[in-house]
């Protein structure tokens, strides 16, 4: 099975900017979540879904949002970015209890 | 609130045995996972406890104590390989991919 995919990368945008990207999970899984990365404030859960609905949501701004779409491919956005959004984004399909995590998305906000 | 602590930093040597302990403070818990992070890598799944005890994988085996909200990831016959950074996290619900990480631990094996 192909695991996790994330795209873009690498990514670079100006504060003010919105960014989209994408995570298409292992065939079969249902559950995508959604994390970023910094070297401050470690692995922090962004939100989760599961059949096209959010089923749970961590503490960002309503500048963060995300979808899921029926074949479980999720995309999460981000509007008004600003500095402090320069992160690793990652995102995880889930079987059980294990979670299996995409590369990333290295964002870089100038 | 939600916080787990890890030791920043540990350090060894190849063939040494580490333990890396993880206590934790959270509102909802159904269990406690580990992964490891290679610099530039994706975290990958080491082990999982949902209930009390000693769980072998391999080289690598984790413990979970509920009482004392309180885990362990035992590394034993250390390779340079086991270089990394290795976190704990809890999972908040019975349902859903909701994880609490904790802030890592960074391993350095030397030769």
């Known amino acids: 099975k192909a695991g996790v995919t994330q795209t873009p990368r690498y990514l670079i945008k100006t504060r003010g900017q919105q960014v989209t990207l994408s995570c298409s999970p292992i065939?079969?899984?249902?559950?995508v979540s959604w994390y970023q990365q910094t070297p401050g404030q470690g692995l922090q859960f962004l939100f989760e879904y599961f059949s096209e609905t959010q089923r749970n949501k961590g503490n960002f701004p309503g500048r963060f949002s995300g979808r899921q779409f029926s074949n479980s491919r999720s995309e999460m956005n981000v509007s008004t970015l600003e500095l402090g959004d320069s992160a690793l984004y990652l995102c995880?399909?889930?079987?059980?209890?294990?979670?299996?995590f995409g590369q990333g998305t290295r964002l870089t906000v100038v | 609130g939600q916080s787990l602590e890890q030791p920043s930093e540990v350090t060894a040597v190849e063939g040494a045995i580490v333990q890396i302990n993880c206590t934790y403070q959270t509102s909802g818990f159904y269990g406690l996972s580990w992964y490891q992070q290679h610099d530039g890598g994706a975290p990958t799944f080491l082990s999982y406890n949902a209930l009390d005890g000693l769980e072998e994988t391999g080289r690598f085996s984790s413990f979970l104590s509920r009482s004392d909200s309180y885990g362990y990831l035992l590394l034993q016959e250390l390779q340079m390989k086991d270089s990394a950074s290795y976190f704990c996290?809890?999972?908040?619900?019975?349902?859903?991919?909701?994880?609490?990480f904790g802030p890592g631990t960074r391993l350095s094996v030397l030769p």
């Open positions: 996290a809890v999972k908040r619900d019975n349902y859903g991919q909701n994880f609490v």
């Open positions: 065939s079969g899984h249902r559950s």
């Open positions: 995880a399909s889930s079987f059980g209890q294990v979670a299996f």
